[in-house]
């Protein structure tokens, strides 16, 4: 429906904080900002709600508590999916051309006013041919990358690969491991790569 949901924690209401409900691309204020195709949302601490707006291929931060939506990222291929750290001061974006980069985003002071600055770009992890080579962000890839998820424990970034068939991980000394699935679509248990994994679509790390 091209739009994002907001659900209570008590299940009594459903309601639409972004998008008309038709593909599109005007800019507007929380329902009349149009969307196409949403297919990846990460929310901070402070209530700024990022939006991987797939089909206009770019990112967008949406302001929960004014419905204002801005432009965070655009010219870097499709995005299918993000996630930031708890106060945002670190954006992760993956897009549908195998690629994982990582933005870091000027903080305003005091907190909680939307960012006044353009996220920078920190580093690039993947190729343009699919793939699940192992070893630095440079000379890694990632095939089909579908979602993200932050490892608050050590800060890395885990990484669901859809057509891969298995689960990588971005340390934060920059290498990229496999450490779930072989490749092949199958559904068995294991330890490590010894495990089969078909299409991974979701992850979350506690």
Known sequence: NHAVRKILADHTMTTTIAGTGAAGATAGVGVTQELDTPMGLAI????????????????????????FTTTLVSGVGAPIAVCVDGTSSKLYLATTTHKV???????????PAAPTALPALVWTAGQVAAGSDEGTRALASFNGVRRL????????????????????????????????GDGSAASLPGIGIGAKVHGPHGLAVD
């Open 44 to 67: 901070d601490d402070n209530g700024f709600l990022f939006i991987s707006d797939m089909t206009n291929a770019v990112l967008r931060m949406l302001d929960t508590s004014t419905g």
């Open 101 to 111: 980069l990582a933005y870091g985003v000027a903080q305003p002071s005091p907190a």
């Open 149 to 180: 998820a932050l490892d608050t424990s050590n800060s890395d970034l885990v990484v669901a690969a859809y057509t891969g068939n298995n689960i990588r991980r971005v340390s934060t000394a920059g290498r990229v491991n496999t450490f779930l």
